[in-house]
T-cell receptor, first 113, second 108 residues
């Protein structure tokens, strides 16, 4: 099993550009989520999904969109990048929900100039 | 909403014992996780407490008191590889909320 994979590992964007961070898991997990991690702020939940076709907002959803058309994939879209979105983004999955062990991807380091 | 508080940094000597505390205030509590995160890497699971009491797993133990909104992670026989950030996270309403993490530096 590859576990949770994320692409790209690094990305530099200009303000106003859009892009999609990819996340995939091969463990048949129902629950997937996106976090951002900033120095001194800890991990903050952006969006999550309890299964294919179902998504919900987390703590900091503004400026991000998600969709979950398959169990395996949970892409995160930045609509119009801003310097405040410079961060490390982690995708995670678990068997059934937030109360199960979360398996994290390796992260995407995004810089917006 | 959720409020999770952890001290930011501590230094300890190889072979020693260190206790990392976490206090929380949350609506809809289901359980509390501890994760370990080495610099530049993803978090990895250490423990999950749902009921009050102590859970022991090798050199790591985690304690929970739901009435006090308090947990601690105990690391015994510290090794250099234990130098990492330790994240406390509470789960409720199908969401996970993390504290800011506690950086543990192990010195020889």
């Amino acid at each position: 099993n590859a576990g949770v994979t994320q692409t790209p590992k690094f990305q530099v964007l200009k303000t106003g550009q859009s892009m999609t961070l990819q996340c995939a898991q091969d463990m048949n997990h129902e629950y997937m989520s996106w976090y951002r991690q900033d120095p001194g702020m800890g991990l903050r939940l952006i969006h999550y999904s309890v299964g294919a076709g179902i998504t919900d907002q987390g703590e900091v959803p503004n400026g991000y969109n998600v969709s979950r058309s398959t169990t395996e994939d949970f892409p995160l879209r930045l609509l119009s990048a801003a310097p405040s979105q410079t961060s490390v983004y982690f995708c995670a999955s678990s068997r059934q929900g937030a109360g199960y062990e979360q398996y994290f991807g390796p992260g995407t380091r995004l810089t917006v100039t | 909403g959720q409020n999770i508080d952890q001290p930011t940094e501590m230094t300890a000597t190889e072979g020693a014992i260190v206790q990392i505390n976490c206090t929380y205030q949350t609506s809809g509590f289901n359980g509390l996780f501890w994760y370990q995160q080495h610099a530049g890497e993803a978090p990895t699971f250490l423990s999950y407490n749902v009921l009050d009491g102590l859970e022991e797993k090798g050199r790591f133990s985690s304690f929970l008191s739901r009435s006090k909104g308090y947990s601690y992670l105990l690391l015994k026989e510290l090794q250099m590889k234990d130098s990492a950030s330790y994240l406390c996270a509470v789960t409720g309403n199908n969401r996970l909320a993390f504290g800011k993490g506690n950086q543990v530096v192990v010195i020889p």
